[in-house]
């Protein structure tokens, strides 16, 4: 048995720092027949892999497709312009090579020859132009706060397309890559089929993997795709099988009914150690585990009382509530990590800001301050099921703490698609956050690809996600988007730490560390930071 850990990824970028270095790239290739940088791993055909999931993947349409466990499938069936290594590197994949404007506002791509997607369409620019489109369509109601500065696509010959935005963003290569909503699908088979009600039961991509099968709710089927234009990876077919409760997953991988576990339950470590024949990887993820908390409400929408949440120091007495010490090493069995508000590779990271300590009697002390000597009732919608090991469990633990200082706390647990739809269904749909008044989040940091990036989702320009809203914040966020100054862009990202974590708008509990499972004489190397399943990266011994 044996358990090992990846080492932290250090691709980072700093939001302006690397600017200049990216104007001065003339062009970044790749030869048409190289590698598509998920690892290449070549070699002999296997048998079938047999992965086990704790919960289903809702949407198999990449155009309307969200939530992390999208990305089991998504990653393996679909592809986008740009591909991430293992290591976390950019690399070309339907797009050969690209070149950036000397202004950084413009990125153009020339795509890959010969690429076609499992129905033997060819991969074309006005497939890059459809999916934008559809990134951009309110109805999709996906979150995509990120990308609203991405502002237009263009349509430069039949090899070539342009990026338009609306100001420079050096991560801006790496979101493209990672982005689940703009992995190409054809546009010609999309319309002739009908659109995405058809499009969705019987799904098309340019990836090294086919759909075959599926059983909703069940399993679903992958086989190689032989016309893939890159290395074809070594697992021949793969059916992932969801199997919601935790000690029947660990219990079949133990018989051998699975060979391969993502998000393995951290309760079953031990026993699967002791009984010799697996190994343990993990995986810090680039996002952490928190509660939201509805900032937009100005009153309870069922008592019609004031929304308590208003309050900095309501927020603040529920960070001081919750030993997240406890929930880590007694619940997760150590799998996950104690921020504040950045990782400490991101940029602009402050060792000196701390996770808020337990202290339930500075808690008590901040409510009778905010006028709730007495405490008050209030609801939290958790999650069921195992997208996150454990989430429900972490959920309740948290509503005891916070029921132990007076935040009186009812929990409302949701299986995973009504919950990603109660926690996107923001404005974008012409409607109050759902989210009322707070619940179990995934949340990217702000250091996740650029400051920018990570944080707008905080703000008041964020859009299906949205549950916050502080103009001092948002001011903040244009001055570092707009701010040349490598030491001023730091000083200030320390400072919006300082506010995000005083403000405690989120109340972040730890980072999320994904715990992979699999048998002795299977290789795999996780994408840095990522929670996906990546069959390209995986091998038999």
Not at 129 to 154: C, G, M, R
Not at 375 to 395: A, C, H
Request: net charge neutral; with cysteine; charged share 25%.
């Amino acid at each position: 048995m044996r358990t090992t850990s990846t080492a932290r990824a250090t691709h980072r970028l700093p939001w302006l720092g690397l600017l200049a270095g990216l104007m001065s790239l003339a062009l970044a290739a790749c030869a048409p027949g190289a590698g598509s940088g998920g690892g290449g791993v070549g070699g002999p055909v296997s048998d079938e892999l047999m992965v086990g999931l704790g919960d289903d993947v809702p949407i198999f349409s990449s155009v309307r497709t969200g939530g992390g466990n999208a990305s089991f499938l998504t990653r393996n069936v679909y592809e986008s312009l740009l591909n991430l290594e293992p290591s976390g590197k950019t690399v070309p994949a339907l797009a050969t090579s690209w070149k950036v404007s000397p202004d950084g506002k413009s990125y153009e791509f020339k795509l890959r020859q010969g690429a076609t997607y499992v129905n033997g369409d060819p991969v074309v620019a006005q497939d890059v132009a459809f999916v934008f489109a559809n990134s951009k369509d309110p109805k999709n109601a996906l979150s995509l706060a990120s990308q609203t500065h991405w502002k237009s696509i263009e349509i430069i010959d039949a090899e070539t397309v342009r990026y338009n935005l609306e100001f420079p963003d050096p991560g801006f290569v790496r979101a493209l890559a990672s982005s689940y909503q703009h992995h190409l699908i054809p546009k010609k088979y999309y319309d002739s089929i009908g659109g995405e009600e058809a499009f969705e039961k019987a799904p098309v991509g340019a990836g090294p993997y086919k759909v075959v099968d599926r059983k909703i709710k069940e399993s679903w089927t992958l086989e190689r795709y032989e016309g893939y234009w890159g290395d074809k990876p070594q697992v021949r077919k793969a059916t992932f099988k969801v199997v919601p409760e935790p000690s029947t997953r660990a219990a079949a991988l133990k018989v051998g009914e699975i060979d391969f576990s993502a998000n393995f339950p951290p309760s079953f470590m031990e026993d699967l150690e002791k009984t010799g024949g697996f190994k343990l990887l993990k995986n810090p993820a680039s996002n952490t585990i928190s509660i939201r908390i509805n900032k937009l409400r100005e009153t309870d929408a069922t008592t019609g009382r004031p929304n308590p949440f208003l309050d900095k120091r309501v927020r603040q007495a529920m960070s001081y509530s919750i030993d997240r010490d406890a929930i880590i090493k007694k619940i997760l069995n150590s799998v996950g990590e104690s921020i504040a508000q950045l990782f400490p590779d991101d940029f602009g990271y402050d060792p000196e800001l701390k996770p808020y300590p337990y202290d339930p009697n500075k808690a008590k002390q901040l409510l009778a301050e905010a006028g709730y000597p007495n405490g008050f009732d209030t609801q939290y919608y958790g999650l069921l099921g195992e997208r996150i090991p454990l989430s429900k469990e972490v959920g309740e633990a948290v509503a005891q703490y916070l029921t132990a200082v007076g935040i009186r706390t009812k929990v409302v647990n949701e299986e995973y698609a009504a919950w990603l739809e109660r926690t996107t269904s923001g404005r974008s749909k012409g409607k109050p956050n759902e989210l009322y008044p707070m619940g179990y989040g995934m949340t990217y940091v702000g250091g996740a690809v650029s400051p920018y990036l990570g944080w707008r989702i905080l703000s008041c320009q964020s859009d299906s996600h949205q549950w916050n809203c502080d103009q001092e914040f948002d001011k903040q966020i244009e001055q570092l988007k707009a701010e040349g100054d490598l030491q001023k862009a730091e000083a200030l990202v320390k400072a919006m730490a300082r506010k995000a974590q005083d403000e405690q708008w989120t109340v972040i509990l730890y980072r999320n560390v994904v715990l992979y499972a699999m048998k002795d004489r299977i290789e795999y190397t996780p994408t840095a930071q990522s929670q996906y399943v990546e069959l390209r990266n995986l091998r038999w011994k």
